[in-house]
């Protein structure tokens, strides 16, 4: 945990949860299949523009604490599955 928020102090100079719109497009990059993904969630789960940020964040950091470069589908799957989740128990 310790390594996963030095490499967000050393990238972002924030941790993640604190990216604003601007850095979340910059260090969350998704890749075509990422984009695909997220956008069908964003249908079927019917989610704000709010929670698309939050997912994005929390698939950086999934990446980061397995220390990926990027964000790849299963960093985002699992993001989209915490958020399901959340709004489940809410």
Do not use: P
């Not at 604190?18 to 984009?35: H, P, T, W």
């Not at 698939?59 to 959340?86: K, P, Q, V, W």
Request: glycine share 4%.
């Amino acid at each position: 945990v310790n390594t996963a928020w030095q490499r967000q102090m050393a990238r972002n100079k924030t941790c993640n949860a604190d990216l604003g719109v601007k850095d979340i497009e910059k260090y969350c990059a998704l890749d075509n299949a990422g984009r695909q993904l997220i956008n069908t969630a964003m249908e079927r789960l019917q989610l704000s523009a709010r929670a698309y940020h939050r997912i994005l964040k929390v698939a950086r950091t999934i990446a980061d604490l397995e220390n990926d470069s990027s964000i790849n589908a299963r960093h985002l799957g699992e993001a989209i599955a915490y958020r399901s989740l959340d709004r489940f128990n809410h």
